[in-house]
């Protein structure tokens, strides 16, 4: 009979429980207390509980409770937000309480929000049954399913962070951290001094790469306590990660390349099981070795970056630089058309492409660095690789009519490398794909010999050959 009585009184505490969140906002003021400071934290509750910010609002209510253990209200309001928490049991006491305070509050219940108060009580309900079937299905591993029921719950009871760390867990285990940071982001604020979420968010904003975000998360982590082991551990790992991929994309930015490989040398050590960063520093140095014009070194990490990284454009674009400079165009077409799949409306690669494609279709035609023997030369190589060839095939040297008529054309081909590469504004259209001596791409041109300078071709009379090579 005692056992029944107890049930009784059980079921209707558990109406009441939701009852009260309803006429919460209706009640304030009525039956307020009379001491000062337990209005002044009744009345901040009540402004942190609207704003849903239930840790701070349910630290006032405690406050509340201390100052005036024989007030009711105080107990219901405090009752209110651990309900609004989801914390049903932690909120039972205080409506037992409340009601050994003043037992004729059970009469609120024929007040005429009482559909309501009958609806939300069926969502209570309900509420209880997700719950553990959320849990249930979590135990057996079913973490689709589990998210799929805790959607609900979170819809009834959005200020519930187990709910969300929950389903933050079942994000991860399914590999997508994304929605699992947008879960655990709120539960910050919902729990007072909830390192576990700063620091579980700074792990995850880590292993995607984000130190920074990850830096700030780890921060806030060691506000609430500059002792915690676990925050103060991973911080000086992220703080010492962060600064040396800041380091390196500075001295990048002075193009100070080989300081820079050597930095995100340094990252790879520092961090050697979170692939984001290996994959970063590989793209990285790709990039620089490029840039400090190292083809075969740049080749060789572009393509082992770009095994790690299949579609990302940006080392498909170093490393068809790197071919360019390795003069093997074909490659390097391929290249940026690969990346061009990937980036249709990417600009530099649909420039980079046309720009290889001109290169290509130069190298089939006449490569003066090839002729000369030189690459990326500088004036005075240039004209002294001229001389020499210059001497090796004049035509005077050979005898034999067919060798004669050899010896001009590479006579030719050598004095046009010579005055394409030695002029500023030739070498630049060479070297931008484009053949300044090629009558096709010259309006007028091609009335002299096969590309001769100025349109002149000493052969074309015959008889003797006398040059003087300057400086």
Avoid at 158 to 181: F, M, N, Q, T, V
Avoid at 269 to 289: G, M, Q
Avoid at 342 to 366: H, T, W
Wanted: aromatic share 8%.
């Amino acid at each position: 009979m005692e056992s029944g009585r107890r049930k009784g009184l059980s079921g209707v505490l558990s109406s009441l429980s939701l009852l009260c969140v309803i006429l919460d906002l209706q009640l304030d003021g009525v039956l307020g207390a009379t001491h000062v400071e337990i209005e002044q934290h009744l009345e901040m509750g009540r402004k942190l509980l609207a704003a849903g910010q239930l840790a701070e609002a349910l630290s006032h209510y405690h406050s509340a409770v201390e100052g005036d253990s024989k007030n009711y209200l105080t107990y219901y309001k405090r009752a209110a937000v651990f309900l609004a928490m989801g914390k049903s049991k932690s909120a039972l006491p205080d409506l037992t309480r409340a009601i050994q305070l003043k037992p004729d509050f059970l009469a609120l219940q024929r007040s005429p929000d009482q559909d309501e108060a009958r609806n939300q009580l069926m969502r209570a309900n309900e509420l209880e049954e997700l719950q553990e079937e959320a849990h249930a299905a979590h135990h057996r591993g079913d973490y689709s399913t589990t998210i799929t029921v805790l959607d609900r719950v979170v819809e009834l009871s959005p200020w519930d962070p187990e709910s969300r760390e929950l389903r933050a867990e079942c994000y991860i285990r399914l590999g997508d951290p994304r929605k699992a940071i947008q879960d655990l982001t709120p539960t910050t604020r919902l729990r007072n001094d909830n390192r576990a979420a700063f620091l579980k968010l700074s792990t995850l904003h880590y292993d995607l790469g984000e130190h920074q975000e990850s830096l700030g998360h780890v921060r806030e982590c060691l506000k609430l306590d500059q002792d915690d082991k676990e925050c103060f551990s991973h911080y000086k790992q992220v703080k010492k990660l962060s600064k040396q991929l800041d380091s390196a994309e500075e001295h990048i930015q002075e193009e100070r390349y080989q300081e820079a490989i050597d930095k995100y040398e340094s990252v790879m050590r520092t961090e050697p099981n979170v692939p984001y960063y290996t994959n970063k520093a590989k793209e990285r140095i790709c990039f620089c070795l490029v840039k400090n014009k190292m083809p075969a070194m740049a080749i060789d990490i572009c393509s082992e970056a770009h095994q790690r990284d299949p579609r990302n454009i940006n080392i498909l674009r170093d490393r068809a630089e790197a071919f360019i400079l390795n003069q093997d165009y074909e490659k390097a077409v391929e290249d940026y058309q690969e990346a061009r799949e990937f980036d249709m409306e990417n600009n530099e690669i649909r420039e980079g492409l046309e720009r290889a494609q001109k290169m290509l279709k130069l190298s089939r035609k006449r490569d003066y660095y090839k002729i000369l023997g030189v690459n990326s030369a500088n004036k005075q190589e240039i004209i002294k690789a001229y001389r020499k060839l210059a001497q090796q095939w004049h035509p005077d040297n050979f005898r034999e009519e067919s060798e004669k008529k050899e010896a001009e054309k590479r006579f030719i081909d050598i004095a046009s490398a010579k005055e394409v590469l030695t002029d500023p504004e030739m070498r630049q259209k060479f070297d931008s794909g484009e053949d300044p001596l090629d009558p096709e791409s010259q309006q007028g041109g091609g009335q002299g010999g096969q590309g001769w300078p100025f349109h002149f071709n000493p052969f074309e009379s015959g008889g003797n050959y006398h040059f003087k090579f300057h400086h």
